[in-house]
Structures are given as C-alpha cells and as structure tokens.
C-alpha cells in the first residue's frame, strides 16, 4: 500500500493539465493509494475497476452523500429488488422500438435546428454552438418540458455536475448544488403531478403510468430520475460528441474512413470512450475488506475508480495511448451494454441505463454535422485542448468548412 505524498495528485494544476500521464504513474507504482483529500482509494488498473463495478462487495452506499443531496434518492443508489424493479420501470423508453420510433425523431429534430444555425456560416465552435445544447434540448423534448426553460436546465445541471465534481470539498459550490436541487425540485413536481392527469406520449407521461407488479414510481422518483437524466445524459454526450470530432480531426485517416462509411461512427464513438472517456471517476463503497493489486481496502471505505486510467491499461489493451477506431480489442458490439470491454458506463447492475439513448444521440448528431461540413477541419492555428477532473472534455473546438450548397 502506498501513501500519495510523492505521487501525481488528482486534484493538482499537473492533473488538470495532463492525467494520462499521471495515471500511467499510478498504474504502474500505485494501483491501490490513499488520498487524504478526498479520503478515498485510489484504484486504477483496469481488473481493480472492473471488479469494483461487478462484485456487490463494492457497493454504491457512497451516493448517499455524493448523489442524494443533489438528485433525490435514484436508482443509483438503490440495491436488489428495489434497484431492479426501478430500473425495470425505466429502461423500456431507452431502447428497442420506443426509443427508435418514439424518440428518434426527437432526436434528428433538436440536431437539425441547432446545426441549422451555422451551417451556412462556414465556421463553428461546436461545443458551445451544439455539444453543450444538444443533449438537454434532446432530454427536454423527451420529456415533454418547455424548451424556452432551456436556460434554467443548463444551470441545474452545470450546478449538478460542479457539486459531484467538488472533489476538494468547496463549501460554496456543495451549497449552490443544494440549493438548485430545491429549485428544480419546485419546478418538476407540479408539472409531475399535472401530467399523472393529463398523459400524454412524452417520456414523463412514460414514467408516470409504467407499473410492475403494483409498483409505481411515486412524483419524486421521477423528479429524482429527471434530474439524473438530464446531468448524467447531458455531461456524458455533450462532452463525447466534441470529444469524438476532437479525436477524428487529429487523425484525418479515420475521419475520413467514418465520413466515407457512417456505420464507423459507433466505432469512434466506443474508442472515444475509452480513449478520452467524458467522465474519469465514479466512486463506490467497500461492504467488506476488500483484496486488490497493491493491497487491501478496509471495509466501509470510499473507492475512487479511476475510469481514465483503466480505460489505457496496458494489460488490457494493445497501444493503449493511440486513439484506433479499429482496434481489434475493443467490441463495438458489446460496447453500449453491461458487457463492454470499456468501462466508460460502468458494469453490471448499475451499468448506464441510457447508453443506447447516448448512442442514438452521438450517431445522430454526428452523421448531420458531417453532413452538413463534408470538409471540416480545425481552423488554423486552433488547438484543441482537454477541462475538467471529475468529468473531462474539449473546452472549445473551433472548426471550418465549406458550407454545402
């Protein structure tokens, strides 16, 4: 077991700037470290992380204080029959027929409208022109809400993500997060309440008459589901589709290959996942002492996973740090269910209910802006550079093209 006093230091300026490397430090001298900061274990390797997203010893107990305060209690935070009869209430809307016929073309709309605001232009930043956008305006639709409200959405979920970001335990973001959480609260539950009587085919009329076996989810169950949906769904696809393009234009070879043939777009968008993932950590809980590589974690402990580390394990893969939409070791296939070999939505019982949701809005989004810029490129000069810890994407992406005709 190792201390972190001369190790890299997730919540460090040199972190921020460049984990990869660090994490290739951790994995090699200290797959298993304490942090004193944020009073949890590292772990890094990729069987460690895995296993933390399998094996029920690692439990999600964690959320009760990273996640609840935020959200409400979520499916997340919940275990056997709770967890899979929420979760069975949920999932239907995120996949097979009613996610391609219901939401689809909500989907190809809000894409459409946002790139219809600069294709002619010739120029583009595209995160904050359609990657930051897309996904909320998409879950918005979806759920049947008021997209003028857009603004306020935008700022609930900034504030979500800045309170589970709060790695350094800042007292006034952890507030700002609270405090949004009882505005969005205000917002969501009359409008639950006047839908319960007034269904209609939206998403939250879905919520609201789904039953099994006599269970229902009660007004915050949705309003706790919502508020997980539009941070996780908004964070994970707005900051993969700008990762995506980030990734193809500096490999022009591949950019070219998945303009030529759409179908590559799942391909890059798995090898996105586990070459630059949107979100670097999630935490769990250990219900027992747990062995790892390097040591052992005492029962009752926070783990760190550090889902950018293990996603460039060595062990695991083949050239690692080398961006490859057609590496052999990597299953496109499997790679939006509980049996990827990425470990970008997590494993097991708690594996992304909305990944093929994310997976829908990333082919979309990123077949219409190929579309509509045949020749993109990145304007001269630009370089695209990486934000964030917790949760981590390209800050700006200035491009150019040709408009078409």
């Not at 992380?49 to 690692?58: I, K, L, N, S, Y």
């Not at 961006?323 to 970008?344: G, K, P, Y």
């Amino acid at each position: 077991m190792t201390t972190a006093q001369e190790l890299p230091d997730i919540l460090s300026q040199d972190f921020a700037a460049d984990p990869y490397s660090a994490y290739r430090v951790l994995r090699e001298q200290a797959p298993l470290v304490y942090h004193e900061a944020t009073r949890s274990w590292l772990i890094s390797r990729y069987e460690d992380v895995e296993r933390a997203f399998r094996d029920p010893v690692f439990t999600s107990d964690n959320y009760d204080w990273q996640v609840e305060p935020v959200h409400g209690r979520t499916i997340v935070q919940m275990s056997g029959r709770e967890h899979s009869v929420r979760r069975a209430l949920v999932a239907p809307a995120f996949r097979g027929s009613t996610l391609e016929s219901k939401f689809l073309p909500v989907i190809e709309r809000n894409a459409r409208d946002l790139i219809d605001r600069f294709r002619h232009t010739g120029r583009a930043e595209l995160v904050s022109q359609f990657a930051s956008h897309f996904p909320i305006n998409v879950i918005v639709d979806m759920l049947g809400l008021d997209k003028s409200d857009h603004e306020k959405f935008h700022r609930w979920y900034t504030s979500v993500i800045e309170f589970l970001s709060n790695l350094a335990g800042d007292p006034e973001v952890a507030a700002n997060g609270r405090r949004m959480h009882e505005e969005f609260s205000a917002y969501m539950i009359p409008i639950i309440r006047h839908r319960r009587e007034n269904l209609g085919d939206d998403l939250l009329s879905t919520l609201c008459r789904a039953e099994i076996d006599g269970t229902q989810m009660s007004d915050e169950d949705i309003k706790s589901f919502c508020s997980l949906l539009l941070a996780a769904g908004g964070e994970t696809t707005d900051k993969a589709i700008a990762a995506i393009f980030r990734n193809l234009l500096e490999h022009p070879d591949q950019l070219a290959a998945v303009r030529a043939d759409r179908s590559l777009v799942a391909r890059a968008f798995a090898e996105t996942l586990r070459y630059t993932p949107p979100v670097h950590m999630i935490m769990r809980q250990t219900a027992a002492d747990v062995e790892l590589s390097g040591g052992v974690v005492p029962a009752g402990a926070t783990v760190t996973c550090l889902i950018g580390a293990a996603n460039r394990d060595g062990t695991r893969y083949d050239r690692p740090d080398e961006f490859d939409i057609f590496r052999e070791d990597l299953s496109t296939t499997r790679a939006f269910s509980a049996a990827a070999n990425h470990l970008s939505f997590a494993l097991g019982r708690h594996f992304c209910v909305g990944a093929l949701l994310a997976k829908a809005e990333v082919e979309v989004g990123v077949g219409q802006l190929l579309d509509a810029m045949p020749d993109v490129r990145l304007v001269e000069g630009f370089r695209a550079g990486e934000r964030g810890v917790f949760t981590r994407g390209p800050a700006e992406l200035w491009v150019e093209f040709t408009p078409v005709g």
